[in-house]
Nanobody
Framework: VQLQASGGGLVQAGGSLRLSCAAS????????MNWFRQAPGKEREFVAS????????SYADSVKDRFTISADSAKIMVYLQMNSLKPEDTAVYYC??????????WGQGTLVTVSS
């Protein structure tokens, strides 16, 4: 499977963006789709995940109550709705698939810039 992330851009603090991650085909079985981000000069960090079966979601404390991860019913598209954006949310955002305990597929990243 291939992943394609999109939806990044420039937004003012307090604004919103929705990122999308398109999979080239549906994954079967148990797996999780994740969003990570990497700010300039910092390590890549976990943002959010959604796990199947069940559709359970998990968030980093720094984005909880501001970001929402979701997916379409076909499980081809995964979204990250980002509200109340802060300058510290500025980063390249990546989607990644985790199966069997490892992240086996990564998207190319989309840049989010939040101005103060």
């Amino acid at each position: 499977v291939q992943l394609q992330a999109s939806g990044g851009g420039l937004v003012q603090a307090g604004g919103s963006l929705r990122l999308s991650c398109a999979a080239s085909r549906r994954t079967l079985g148990s797996y999780a789709m994740n969003w990570f981000r990497q700010a300039p000069g910092k390590e890549r960090e976990f943002v959010a995940s959604i796990t199947w079966p069940g559709g359970w979601t998990s968030y980093a404390d720094s984005v909880k109550d501001r970001f929402t991860i979701s997916a379409d019913s076909a499980k081809i598209m995964v979204y990250l709705q980002m509200n109340s954006l802060k300058p510290e949310d500025t980063a390249v955002y990546y989607c990644a698939r985790r199966r069997g305990g490892s992240f086996d597929t990564w998207g190319q990243g989309t840049l989010v810039t939040v101005s103060s």
